[in-house]
């Protein structure tokens, strides 16, 4: 019987069974070489709020009109989307201010104002354009930062997405998000997609199309590539795609099934399930498919493993007690401890980059929810109140869960917030969008 609810899981609810500067530059400007055409872009619905909101208004740019956009409307969007901040109408001040001494901070401070963010854009004699922004205290009537950006038309929104991260930074003490990247699946008309898009759901490109499946997308640790299954070759091959180029080639092609990549932090292993030797074990081997170890020899289901930051461990979930439950072993293979006591269905580990939190699914009452667990205590927490969620994906700071759910018989992407208070619904209309991956930060 724990066979057959571990295989359900493989298919549904966890489908998992399954360096230099300019490089990097390049993968965020656009990933041009990806699309020749125009994709379906995530919609962003926003519900509820975050503790303890920053409130910061976001003031039009002066000379904002010669861009093919608003940035300080994509800034101000990125800050709402994060959940720790509560951004004020901007509205009835005149002349846009581009320098402190030009800010009614009375003004600011009765409209409950903590924090504001001006600036200026200018057309450059070649064509491109110079950003300045300032970030201020009100209270203080002190500045708290600013840079200047030169920018293409074509890099507007990621020009934005800095700005709101600075700001993020500045307000927060933590690194901000908007300027990193997601991958998720999306599939219509009988026709899969594997798609990048920026943390917001705009500028989405297509990595791969193919009439066959396509699950688990795993980000290298330095966003340069993808590791994903194929199912083009009518069997589940593990492939890892390089970003910038295009190139993909198979690294886990043997007899049966080759599934759930993920890859070591330090982006010299990859973690794969294998049948090639009866049932699904976790191997470890090169990103290139090279140096092919296996890590567990159970007579169990063992599947969907994930290192944990420090690389040390892999959690994985098996059903060798009896029901699928989550374990931790070596990362070089060894004895596993269970991790997960509460109820007798949990699976999909994720580990939150400080290696603090492990987020995983959870059945209770038939339904299949996020739920997210502190590592030292055994503390259990259920984030969502959906019926069908999967494939959890932690955003490089932790603060916010990536995770695919089900509206209407139809998949969306959702993120909740790592205390679940504040959630948001990513949609493409008419399509079935699942398997996120959440990017890592790139440039470091």
């Not at 300019?22 to 519900?47: D, H, K, R, V």
């Not at 109408?89 to 002349?95: C, D, F, K, Q, T």
């Not at 759930?260 to 074990?281: F, T």
Request: net charge positive; aromatic share 8%.
């Amino acid at each position: 019987m724990a066979g057959i609810m571990l295989g359900t899981m493989q298919r549904g609810t966890a489908r998992n069974m399954n360096r230099v500067l300019p490089i990097l530059q390049s993968l965020l400007l656009g990933l041009c070489f990806l699309a020749q055409g125009a994709t379906a872009q995530l919609s962003i619905e926003i519900a509820g709020g975050g503790a303890n909101q920053i409130p910061v208004a976001i003031l039009q740019f002066a000379g904002e009109g010669v861009l093919p956009g608003s940035i300080s409307d994509i800034i101000e969007t990125d800050l709402q989307r994060t959940g720790r901040f509560r951004t004020l109408y901007a509205g009835g001040v005149g002349s846009p201010p581009t320098e402190p001494s030009q800010v009614n901070f009375a003004d600011w401070r009765s409209r409950m104002a903590d924090a504001m963010v001006i600036g200026g854009v200018t057309r450059l004699p070649d064509g491109r354009f110079e950003v300045r922004f300032r970030l201020l205290d009100v209270q203080k009537q002190a500045q708290l930062g600013g840079i200047a950006y030169t920018m293409t038309a074509a890099q507007l929104r990621l020009t934005a997405h800095k700005i709101a991260d600075e700001v993020y930074q500045k307000l927060t003490g933590e690194r901000g998000v908007s300027s990193t990247r997601i991958a998720y699946v999306v599939r219509q008309q009988g026709r899969f997609e594997l798609q990048v898009a920026d943390a917001d759901g705009q500028n989405a490109q297509t990595v791969l199309a193919s009439p066959e499946p396509i699950l688990s997308p795993a980000w290298s640790p330095d966003g340069t590539r993808l590791a994903y299954v194929s199912f083009k070759l009518k069997k589940p091959v593990v492939y890892v795609q390089d970003l910038v180029g295009g190139k993909q080639i198979p690294v886990a092609n043997f007899r049966g099934s080759n599934s759930a990549p993920k890859w070591s932090p330090d982006g010299r292993q990859l973690a794969v399930v294998l049948s090639r030797d009866g049932g699904s074990q976790i191997y470890a081997m090169n990103p290139d498919g090279g140096n092919v170890r296996r890590l567990t020899t159970s007579t169990s289901i063992d599947t969907e493993p994930f290192y944990s930051p420090d690389g040390q461990s892999i959690y994985f979930t098996s059903d060798r007690g009896g029901s699928p439950q989550i374990y931790r072993m070596p990362a070089d293979g060894g004895a596993a401890a269970r991790v997960t006591f509460q109820g007798d269905y949990n699976v999909s580990p994720r580990v939150s980059p400080d290696g603090k939190t492990l987020v995983y699914i959870s059945r209770s009452g038939g339904r299949f929810q996020l739920a997210s667990m502190d590592i030292a205590s055994g503390q259990v927490q259920v984030l969502t109140d959906t019926q069908r969620d999967e494939s959890p994906s932690f955003a490089p700071n932790g603060r916010m869960i990536l995770y695919a759910s089900e509206v209407g018989g139809r998949g969306v992407l959702a993120a909740v917030s790592s205390d679940g208070r504040f959630r948001q619904r990513l949609t493409v209309q008419a399509a079935d969008v699942r398997e996120p991956a959440w990017g890592p930060y790139l440039g470091n």
